[in-house]
């Protein structure tokens, strides 16, 4: 493989900082995938899983202490504290390296560095972009060859000999005390020591493909998003794309692979986890999937909830943390409704139901996207899907309604800043703690996100048609702790509504957050939901939303000045729409 000069210099820098005893290029074929398959089963970072019923499928348990982000060792490092923001940790680029340089001065002594040149967008695509990073840890090796496209690809990609976002990861010791997951977003660079663990060490996805791609994004102006992206098809064949952020672990890839329950309806999937997005010359948003793997959340994931879920990860994949069952079998809660006997947890220890569940919480599949029933045959496609509608949706028990729709595009920029959410276990910490999440990007903004939101308005007038954008809430729950809606492939008649708005066809009716369906507008056919429970779960309450919005204006109080105007002017607005 031929490579730039300023490649072969970046990565002869991170051999001699590190001491690999030896460093390999890789190439992203078959048979390196099965070599290091065939090593890591030797070595015991892989079991095997049955291979009649999951065949070419392993399991891997990563350390105990690293089975999720931990943003509070993730910095943004800049040379000025405020163009990283109030939201983000930040660290001065020399004072980042000199921590990490000590965690990462020979950390891979006794261990093989590997290259890897990764392409992270549709090959032939001009909004695609390069990579290269190394790393000491073979499971990552083989899960960036299922998220991204290694080798060649990517070397022909670069559009100069600097043109690439380099990557230094190394496992170090594993300890939560010598992690650090650094992006220096002015000299296209990322540093992770410490984690094995998803976004943390898998750079192509949260370091480069939000954090450093959102960051360049706004500088040439375009779109970095933590999205699906989605095309829904209606009975006559015509389809509709959305993108949609959700925070982590909060329903992306679950809505991006819904089975339809209306009849001829069907959702495509295009991307599950990131969406890059810009405008083309006739002032269209598009949208294409940098990656090209599921790094997907397993618990819950049943033949009820998400089929074709299930039907992706019969080969080929690679779990992480699961169960497993005496005949080989991945296993997590949710999957079946009663836990088979005989499982060892996720540590490998035999389980007991007192023990807790057996599978971690944050316990993934990582496998290709094109093993998806549901992939959309232009997944690829160089040139993106235009986008007519956006999705903004989080995890919020109270308050915010099942969807309503935004009045304009500055609207839907406010409704998308003014997102809070209940935290899961994608991130190490408190789980079910309400937090700020703006766009689901609060983790992965590599900027000021009153910036952010600027960039963000600036698009509205780029755009000859703004797609609509939506506001949406699959997790309120009634007085007894239910969810008031059925969600999973129900929400096809959320995204049917959006459609027939897109076209005009929908009814809704005006409130104070935007437009709600109608008594009716929404299709409920053959679904056993009372019209009390419905608009329960549309309810939006003027003293739980003007509380809502205190909370708002609190967070917003950070920016200062920096604040977009518009936003301000908006939320104010809201205020007085209400009442407040
Ligand atoms: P990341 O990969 O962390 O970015 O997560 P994600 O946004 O792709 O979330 P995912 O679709 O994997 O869903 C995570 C959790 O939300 C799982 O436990 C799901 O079962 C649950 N979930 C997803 N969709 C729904 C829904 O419509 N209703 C309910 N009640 N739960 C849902
Ligand atoms: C998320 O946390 O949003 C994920 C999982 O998609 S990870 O890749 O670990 O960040
Ligand atoms: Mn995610």
Redesign the pocket.
């Known amino acids: 493989m031929s490579v730039t000069s300023v490649v072969e210099k970046w990565v002869e820098e991170a051999a001699s900082l590190t001491r690999p005893s030896r460093t390999v290029w890789c190439d992203g074929s078959k048979t390196e995938y099965e070599t290091l398959i065939e090593a890591m089963l030797r070595d015991g970072t892989l079991l095997a899983l049955d291979s009649r019923s999951y065949p070419n499928c392993y399991l891997h348990r990563s350390h105990p202490q690293d089975v999720a982000r931990t943003e509070q060792l993730t910095f943004i490092c800049t040379r000025e504290r405020d163009d990283a923001g109030p939201t983000n940790n930040w660290m001065a680029p020399a004072d980042a390296k000199a921590k990490a340089g000590q965690y990462l001065r020979g950390s891979m002594r006794g261990r093989t560095m590997h290259v890897i040149p990764y392409l992270m967008g549709p090959a032939g695509s001009a909004a695609s972009r390069v990579g290269v990073m190394v790393t000491d840890s073979e499971y990552v090796v083989a899960s960036m060859h299922i998220m991204t496209r290694v080798g060649q690809v990517a070397i022909q990609h670069m559009r100069g000999d600097a043109d690439f976002i380099a990557g230094l990861h190394s496992l170090g010791d594993l300890s939560p005390d010598r992690r650090l997951i650094l992006q220096f977003p002015e000299e296209k660079l990322v540093w992770s020591v410490g984690s094995g663990y998803g976004g943390n060490a898998l750079l192509g996805k949260k370091c480069h493909a939000l954090r450093l791609a959102s960051w360049q994004a706004r500088q040439e102006g375009w779109l970095a998003e933590h999205m699906l992206i989605i095309g829904v098809e209606d009975p006559e064949g015509r389809v509709t794309y959305f993108g949609g952020a959700?925070p982590?672990?909060?329903?992306?890839?679950?809505?991006s692979m819904v089975e339809s329950r209306l009849p001829g309806w069907r959702v495509w999937t295009l991307g599950?986890?990131i969406a890059w997005m810009w405008v083309d010359a006739r002032g269209q948003l598009r949208a294409m999937n940098p990656e090209r793997g599921v790094?997907?959340?397993a618990?819950?994931t049943s033949p009820k909830?998400n089929p074709n879920a299930i039907a992706m990860v019969r080969s080929n994949t690679i779990f992480t943390n699961v169960a497993v069952t005496p005949s080989g079998e991945p296993w997590w809660e949710g999957l079946t409704p009663e836990p088979p006997t005989g499982l060892t947890d996720w540590q490998g220890r035999p389980w007991q139901p007192s023990q807790g569940p057996a599978a971690h919480p944050n316990s993934r599949f990582t496998v290709l996207v094109c093993q998806c029933p549901s992939i959309a045959p232009n997944w690829e496609d160089p040139e993106g899907v235009p986008i007519s509608g956006l999705i903004f949706g989080s995890r919020r028990t109270g308050v915010i309604p099942l969807v309503f729709e935004a009045f304009d595009w500055a609207h839907g920029v406010f409704l998308g800043s003014a997102m809070s959410t209940e935290t899961t276990a994608?991130i190490t910490g408190k789980v079910g703690v309400v937090r700020r999440d703006p766009m689901a990007m609060i983790p992965f903004c590599g900027y000021n996100m009153a910036d952010y939101f600027a960039h963000w308005l600036a698009m509205g007038p780029r755009l000859s048609k703004p797609p609509r954008i939506f506001r949406v809430n699959?997790?309120r729950r009634d007085g007894d702790g239910k969810?008031l809606w059925p969600?999973?492939g129900e929400?096809v008649r959320i995204l049917k509504w959006m459609v027939e708005r897109i076209r005009g066809t929908a009814r809704a009716e005006e409130r104070p957050i935007g437009w709600v369906p109608a008594p009716g507008a929404l299709d409920t056919s053959g679904l056993d939901v009372p019209p009390s429970r419905l608009a329960e779960a549309l309810r939006s309450d003027a003293g739980e939303w003007l509380k809502a919005l205190d909370e708002l204006g609190e967070f917003y109080k950070q920016f200062g000045p920096r604040l977009p105007e518009p936003i301000a002017r908006t939320f104010a607005e809201t205020r007085r729409r209400f009442g407040g």
């Open positions: 959700m982590s672990a909060s329903g992306k890839t679950n809505l599950d986890d790094f997907g959340v618990p819950n909830t994608a699959w997790f969810f969600g999973y929400n």
